[in-house]
């Protein structure tokens, strides 16, 4: 059974930055595709980015530039790099696997939340 658990989030004052990481057990993060997604108050989820099998990344238009996805296979852990936050990027971020089979694991979530 895949377990995910994120952490990192917090306040921060715009302008500033974050590191979110997600812990997996359960499963090989390099043989899945992860990503992170995030939800505001009365917005729906949505895709902030994207790792695949191969390593190649996708990113929203919003954070392109600004946020960095990563993973350490060795540490089965993936990362959220947000630099120069705005108030625009607080929600509740998600992170989420994909195993091969189609099933979709997510984790509980961590708060971000950006003072101006």
């Known amino acids: 059974q895949v377990q995910l658990v994120e952490s990192g989030g917090g306040l921060v004052r715009a302008g500033g930055s974050l590191r979110l990481s997600c812990a997996a057990t359960?499963?090989?993060?390099?043989?899945?595709?992860m990503g992170w997604y995030r939800q505001a108050p009365g917005k729906e989820r949505e895709l902030v980015a994207r790792?695949?099998?191969?390593?190649?990344?996708n990113y929203a238009d919003s954070v392109k530039g600004r946020f960095t996805i990563s993973r350490d296979n060795a540490k089965s852990t993936l990362y959220l790099q947000m630099n120069s936050l705005t108030p625009e990027d607080t929600a509740a971020y998600y992170c989420?696997?994909?195993?091969?089979?189609?099933?979709?694991?997510w984790g509980q979530g961590t708060q971000v939340t950006v003072s101006s």
């Open positions: 359960g499963s090989t993060i390099s043989s899945n595709v």
């Open positions: 989420n696997l994909i195993q091969s089979s189609g099933y979709v694991s």
């Open positions: 790792i695949w099998r191969s390593g190649s990344t």
